[in-house]
T-cell receptor, first 115, second 113 residues
Framework: AQSVTQLDSQVPVFEEAPVELRCNYSSSVSVYLFWYVQYPNQGLQLLLKYLSGSTLVKGINGFEAEFNKSQTSFHLRKPSVHISDTAEYFC?????????????FGQGTRLTINP | DGGITQSPKYLFRKEGQNVTLSCEQN?????MYWYRQDPGQGLRLIYY???????QKGDIAEGYSVSREKKESFPLTVTSAQKNPTAFYLC????????????FGPGTRLLVL
């Protein structure tokens, strides 16, 4: 079974600074990776996903992530953050489970943007 | 507007009581899922369904039950057997073919009185 580790539970940064949220997954032959964002008391919204092809994936709100097979990582980056990026971010990997696709989530990283 | 609705937004449960959380989608998705979210633990899968009248247990199904009588509806019942029900519950849906994005509802927060 797949597993996901988000290396930082909290990341504080100043507004307009760059940020990287780290995600490592357990190795597998085929891997499909997702980043979701959750604003307070809301559901999850897809930021971006990697299924195949280019290892640099661009998503919404200026975020991007790079798939690194040798390091089994899928880190999320943004060159300049805004106050509105304050949220919790979840990395997830797709795993087959009884013939169906299941998402396995990391523990989440709380991103706090300070003015 | 297509999407997933969950109700109620907040739900209070008394000791020994069963409560039901509603999840409805109008995305015409075949697959639906229920997740439980606790602080610092990410999301854990409770139950999922790939087709009407069929569903499977996820990682933490004990103390929960579901039904899938209609394609657009997947209600979750938290039974009295669930001793620690306080959590944020999220419903999701997706197409079935291949690796598909799961779309999430706004969630229901369950609290014990």
């Amino acid at each position: 079974a797949q597993s996901v580790t988000q290396l930082d539970s909290q990341v504080p940064v100043f507004e307009e600074a760059p940020v990287e949220l780290r995600c490592n997954y357990s190795s597998s032959v085929s891997v499909y990776l997702f980043w979701y964002v959750q604003y307070p008391n809301q559901g999850l919204q897809l930021l971006l996903k990697y299924l195949s092809g280019s290892t640099l994936v661009k998503g919404i709100n200026g975020f991007e992530a790079e798939f690194n097979k040798s390091q089994t990582s899928f880190h999320l980056r943004k060159p300049s953050v805004h106050i509105s990026d304050t949220a919790e971010y979840f990395c997830a990997v797709s795993d087959m489970y009884g013939g169906a696709q299941k998402l396995v989530f990391g523990q989440g990283t709380r991103l706090t943007i300070n003015p | 507007d297509g999407g997933i609705t969950q109700s109620p937004k907040y739900l209070f449960r008394k000791e020994g009581q069963n409560v039901t959380l509603s999840c409805e989608q109008n995305l015409n998705h075949d697959a639906m899922y229920w997740y439980r979210q606790d602080p610092g633990q990410g999301l854990r899968l409770i139950y999922y369904s790939q087709i009407v009248n069929d569903f499977q247990k996820g990682d933490i199904a004990e103390g929960y039950s579901v039904s899938r009588e209609k394609k657009e509806s997947f209600p979750l019942t938290v039974t009295s057997a669930q001793k620690n029900p306080t959590a944020f519950y999220l419903c999701a849906s997706s197409q079935l073919a291949g690796v598909e994005t799961q779309y999430f509802g706004p969630g229901t927060r369950l609290l014990v009185l």
